[in-house]
């Protein structure tokens, strides 16, 4: 089974000798196999602040985070490419951080090099590459690994439309085989379609979390309140 929880502190700005962002604030979260969560919230509310922590990319200074399962996040894919190394090294070394071993890397080195249609360009060193063709080799890698938990920032779009959609049908069939899947978007379509529960943020912590429609109309009447707020003499 795979589990996760999050307990975490943050969410204000102080300033006296230097300027302190606190961006999570008593956060208390606890998912299990078969939750589909959706973050929602405006820019800076700090839904991808706690996906990286989550993810172990940011740790807490205070809290802790609990993950049982393989977790993948793809909320930073391109972390850790060596600009100096080939692509087909990027492969071993995008691995590795992603604490796979040898063996497993070389099992799917030949998928990974197929699907990026990267070719000859894949002895090269990456430095030469596109912004489009870093972002197929990391997609490839980041996503040739079937994990327990995903997190995403957003829907991932790369490369001309055919590449796009084959990397979509690849997305949507590792979150469906994941156990976990937590998602933060603006997009309430592309929530309605891969989320069945909502957690609403505003400044760092989490305001709401239950079914997925209960939290759209939370967050509708958040939005409105603030509203009035502000047109109030």
Known sequence: MATTKSTLLGGLISAEKEVTIQALRHISLELKDG??????????AGKTTLLKTMA?????????????GR????????????????????????????????????EITPDVAEFTELGD???LPIKTY????????????????QPE?????EWLGTGDLEFRDKAARRLRQIIQD??????????RDLHRRMSNKGA????????????????????DKLVADKAAAAAAP
């Not at 938990?149 to 920032?153: F, N």
């Open 149 to 153: 938990v995903i997190l995403l920032d």
């Open 130 to 145: 596109s912004s489009g063709m870093r972002m197929r080799l990391s997609f490839a890698v980041s996503t040739a690994f």
């Open 178 to 187: 994941s156990r976990i899947f937590v998602f933060a978007t603006h997009s």
């Open 200 to 219: 609403v943020m505003d400044k760092g912590q989490i305001l709401f979390c239950g079914e997925l429609e209960e939290a759209f109309e939370f967050q």
């Open 121 to 123: 360009y894949l002895d």
């Open 56 to 68: 172990g990319i940011l740790p807490p200074n205070a809290g802790s985070v609990t993950v049982e």
């Open 35 to 44: 939750d589909r969560l959706g973050l929602l919230g405006h820019n800076g």
């Open 71 to 106: 977790i993948s996040p793809l909320t930073s894919i391109q972390l850790g490419l060596d600009n100096e190394a080939t692509g087909m090294e990027n492969i071993r070394i995008r691995g590795r951080l992603m604490g796979f071993r040898d063996d497993a890397i070389n």
